[in-house]
């Protein structure tokens, strides 16, 4: 399907399926929704444990979902609060670029760039086989790394920016690992939505 804004870019890695709307909202939409999404939202601190030793995440994060199944992964269970109005225009934008119905909708604040998120894919099992992850980005521009799990020279880097929309899907978390790294530059916030479909 032909997406319905015209900068669409197919980053065409192997074993992937990866597409990104670099102004996929409007700047001043994209202010709005930020500001609120800043203040509104319930950031919790939460802990993963590696090797007997709890650590602190290296960002802040919330759950929402419209059909109040948890999300598990790295030892670690989210329940979902219900859907706000600001995260249900941008759900309902999501859904009709991508054709497709979530239930479920991660949140990371990235507070500066000491704060990241580790190499990981997200293959939980609650996703299903091929899951389709649609990425939102809000605030300060952060790179997204690519890797490939076997075949060590494919990387791909990534500058998500504000306002844009990312949608990973077919067999890109069986084959690729991706990360937002840190960065020792004195940068702001970031908020990043991930909308995903928990069974
Ligand atoms: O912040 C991002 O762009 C990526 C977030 C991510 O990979 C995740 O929450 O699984
Ligand atoms: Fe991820």
């Not at 601190?45 to 007997?52: A, E, K, P, V, W």
């Not at 920016?161 to 970031?190: D, F, V, Y």
Request: aromatic share 10%; with cysteine.
């Amino acid at each position: 399907m032909k997406g319905l804004f015209p900068n669409e870019v197919h980053l065409n890695l192997p074993d992937s399926d990866i597409v990104y709307y670099p102004d996929f909202l409007e700047r001043s939409e994209a202010d709005s929704h930020f500001d609120l999404l800043y203040k509104e939202t319930p950031w919790q601190q939460d802990h993963i444990s590696l090797f007997g030793k709890r650590y602190a995440q290296p960002r802040l994060t919330a759950l929402y979902g419209n059909n109040g199944k948890p999300y598990s992964y790295s030892n670690l269970v989210m329940l979902p609060h219900s859907y706000t109005e600001s995260l249900l225009k941008i759900k309902n934008k999501v859904e009709a670029q991508s054709g497709t119905s979530f239930t479920s909708c991660l949140l990371n604040l990235y507070r500066n760039g000491r704060d990241s998120n580790g190499w990981h894919t997200d293959n939980e099992k609650e996703l299903g086989k091929h899951p389709i992850i649609a990425s939102v980005s809000l605030g300060q521009e952060r790179f997204f790394h690519l890797k490939h799990r076997t075949d060590k020279s494919l990387k791909q880097k990534l500058l998500l920016q504000h306002g844009s929309l990312l949608l990973m899907k077919g067999p890109t978390q069986e084959a690729w690992l991706h990360q937002i790294p840190k960065t020792a530059k004195p940068i702001g916030a970031r908020i990043n939505l991930t909308f995903r479909i928990i069974a």
